[in-house]
């Protein structure tokens, strides 16, 4: 198998791929400052970022991301690196596709701008400009794909699939992240719930939809039921946290174990996810003990 399969006919092949969890975590504990970005790695520390990726290659992921979540003009100019966007962007493709070999996928990863539409803050011009210089830097670097990731608003969802339908022909992914309300069901912060991201999505050229971040992968499960309600065929990605954040000594620390992360995945593509990984909190032995659920299970 060589890198230029699409995803989608990997699913098709294996039934279930698994993806990689949390790079934050590991930043940090590589002694990433607050006053710091840490797109910048890309370029100044990129053994630290390989090493990342390397580690959820070593643990059986099918496919990883990359070092970007934060690279868009307006995420990099508090850091004053407005003008490096695509250098930074390319860069963090290359380290993932350095470490991911000829097996495994690299997807560019797009995190939301920070900024509203609806309240005037940017331009959809100007912000549909800044995806396109992130995603053209993440193709360039040689990603086989974009996801665009953890994503609340609609409007602002919308104008980064155009942005890169604008880019490339290359597979994209968008996923949204999902709170249990009140009223016990989930919605975006704006508001918005699982199935009417759905439609959307498939308007706007998605090739897989789903979740990340937010919840455990017991909220993840009951998230996927919603989409598969409205929509049996699209293939959908989950990224859990490891279960939900509690406070110690005023730091947030995700409980979830390897083991009790994993037990739950047969359930999560029992109810319909293709793609199965981790966000907050999850590690290379999460990863490792979903890559041998998955397996079993086929």
Same mark, same amino acid.
């Given at each position: 198998?060589?890198?230029?399969?699409?995803?989608?006919?990997?699913?098709?092949?294996?039934?279930?791929?698994?993806?990689?969890?949390?790079?934050?975590?590991?930043?940090?504990?590589?002694?990433?400052?607050?006053?710091?970005?840490?797109?910048?790695?890309?370029?100044?520390?990129?053994?630290?970022?390989?090493?990342?990726?390397?580690?959820?290659?070593?643990?059986?992921?099918?496919?990883?991301?990359?070092?970007?979540?934060?690279?868009?003009?307006?995420?990099?100019?508090?850091?004053?690196?407005?003008?490096?966007?695509?250098?930074?962007?390319?860069?963090?493709? %290359? *380290?993932? /596709?350095?470490?991911?070999?000829?097996? +495994? $996928? @690299?997807?560019?990863?797009? !995190?939301?701008?920070?900024?509203?539409?609806?309240?005037?803050?940017?331009?959809?011009?100007?912000?549909?400009?800044?995806?396109?210089?992130?995603?053209?830097?993440?193709?360039?670097?040689?990603?086989?794909?974009?996801?665009?990731?953890?994503?609340?608003?609609?409007?602002?969802?919308?104008?980064?699939?155009?942005?890169?339908?604008?880019?490339?022909?290359?597979?994209?992914?968008?996923?949204?992240?999902?709170?249990?309300?009140?009223?016990?069901?989930?919605?975006?912060?704006?508001?918005?719930?699982?199935?009417?991201?759905?439609?959307?999505?498939?308007?706007?050229?998605?090739?897989?939809?789903?979740?990340?971040?937010?919840?455990?992968?017991?909220?993840?499960?009951?998230?996927?039921? %919603? *989409?598969? /309600?409205?929509?049996?065929?699209?293939? +959908? $990605? @989950?990224?859990?946290?490891? !279960?939900?954040?509690?406070?110690?000594?005023?730091?947030?620390?995700?409980?979830?174990?390897?083991?009790?992360?994993?037990?739950?995945?047969?359930?999560?593509?029992?109810?319909?996810?293709?793609?199965?990984?981790?966000?907050?909190?999850?590690?290379?032995?999460?990863?490792?003990?979903?890559?041998?659920?998955?397996?079993?299970?086929?």
């Amino acid at each position: 198998m060589n890198n230029m399969s699409k995803i989608k006919d990997r699913i098709l092949e294996k039934g279930t791929l698994v993806s990689d969890g949390a790079w934050g975590t590991f930043i940090h504990q590589k002694g990433l400052t607050a006053e710091e970005s840490p797109e910048e790695w890309n370029l100044t520390r990129p053994d630290d970022i390989y090493d990342v990726a390397s580690s959820y290659v070593k643990a059986g992921a099918d496919m990883i991301l990359t070092n970007s979540f934060g690279g868009s003009p307006f995420k990099l100019a508090p850091y004053g690196l407005e003008e490096k966007v695509y250098e930074i962007n390319k860069a963090a493709a %290359e *380290i993932s /596709k350095r470490a991911a070999g000829n097996d +495994v $996928l @690299v997807f560019g990863s797009v !995190g939301p701008t920070g900024k509203i539409l609806m309240m005037g803050e940017v331009s959809e011009q100007d912000m549909f400009d800044g995806f396109v210089k992130q995603m053209k830097g993440l193709i360039d670097g040689g990603a086989d794909g974009i996801i665009i990731e953890t994503m609340s608003d609609m409007d602002e969802a919308r104008v980064a699939m155009r942005a890169a339908k604008s880019v490339t022909d290359k597979e994209v992914i968008c996923t949204f992240t999902f709170s249990l309300t009140p009223a016990n069901e989930y919605r975006t912060m704006m508001g918005t719930s699982p199935a009417e991201t759905v439609d959307m999505l498939l308007a706007e050229g998605a090739d897989i939809i789903g979740a990340n971040c937010g919840n455990g992968t017991a909220g993840m499960i009951d998230i996927v039921k %919603e *989409i598969r /309600k409205v929509n049996s065929d699209i293939p +959908v $990605l @989950v990224h859990a946290n490891a !279960g939900m954040p509690v406070l110690r000594e005023g730091i947030s620390f995700f409980p979830e174990t390897p083991v009790e992360m994993s037990v739950q995945i047969r359930e999560l593509i029992a109810v319909g996810a293709n793609i199965v990984g981790g966000c907050c909190g999850t590690t290379p032995e999460h990863i490792s003990r979903i890559v041998d659920v998955v397996k079993s299970s086929k």
